[in-house]
């Protein structure tokens, strides 16, 4: 069986195709979980902003411009349904530091698991003193593995302002690691 293009699925879709939105999603369906979870520390929240961008995409499908990248189209919609969401609840500075990514990766041994765990919980820790502007940006950049190219057409804003906040952004978690540390080493002589 032959696979269809993006671009194949989105016009079977205007035709009246519901079936095939499932498919043209099933690629970014985690990953756009992920972004928006990372985004609102909270889960319902996050599973509502997908669920918000997706009803968007469906109604604007027509205006979605064949031969564009589909990912880069539908992360932006994401990414923007989130900004309004943190927007209305003005929570994005009281990120819940608990927060884990959802991750269905490779199975690690105990002791990778833990150190990664480690590392994500101190990274979203961080994430709570970064804008959002610079969240949006350190996910899809480091998170996701976007391009800057990608990250700048999803934010609808050029790659230098890209490359601006993924410095500051990653200054920030950097000086943050620091700091925890500097304060572990000092309660672990203490």
């Known amino acids: ?3 269809k293009s993006e671009d ?7 035709g009246g195709n519901n079936s095939s939105f499932e498919v043209l999603l099933q690629p970014y369906r985690q990953g756009l979980l992920n972004m928006a979870y990372r985004m609102t520390g909270n889960l319902e929240e996050a599973k509502e902003v997908c669920q918000e ?4 995409v469906y109604r604007h499908l027509d205006k979605f411009k064949k031969g564009r990248s589909f990912k880069s189209w539908i992360y932006r919609i994401t990414v923007n349904s989130a900004y309004d969401s943190l ?7 009281d990120l819940v ?3 884990k990514k959802i991750d269905f990766g490779a199975p690690q041994g105990p002791e990778k698991q833990l150190l990664n765990t480690e590392i994500k919980a101190r990274i979203d820790a961080c994430l709570k003193d970064l804008s959002p502007k610079e969240k949006a940006v350190f996910l899809l950049r480091d998170e996701e593995g976007l391009s800057i190219e990608e990250a700048s057409e999803i934010l609808k804003c050029s790659s230098m302002s890209v490359r601006t906040h993924l410095s500051r952004a990653r200054k920030k978690i950097r000086e943050q690691f620091e700091r925890i540390n500097f304060t572990v080493k000092k309660e672990v002589r203490g």
């Open 97 to 99: 530091e608990s927060q």
């Open 53 to 56: 961008a997706l009803i968007k």
């Open 87 to 93: 927007r209305k609840k003005k929570r994005y500075e």
């Open 8 to 14: 194949e699925l989105v016009e079977e879709v205007l």
């Open 1 to 3: 069986m032959e696979m």
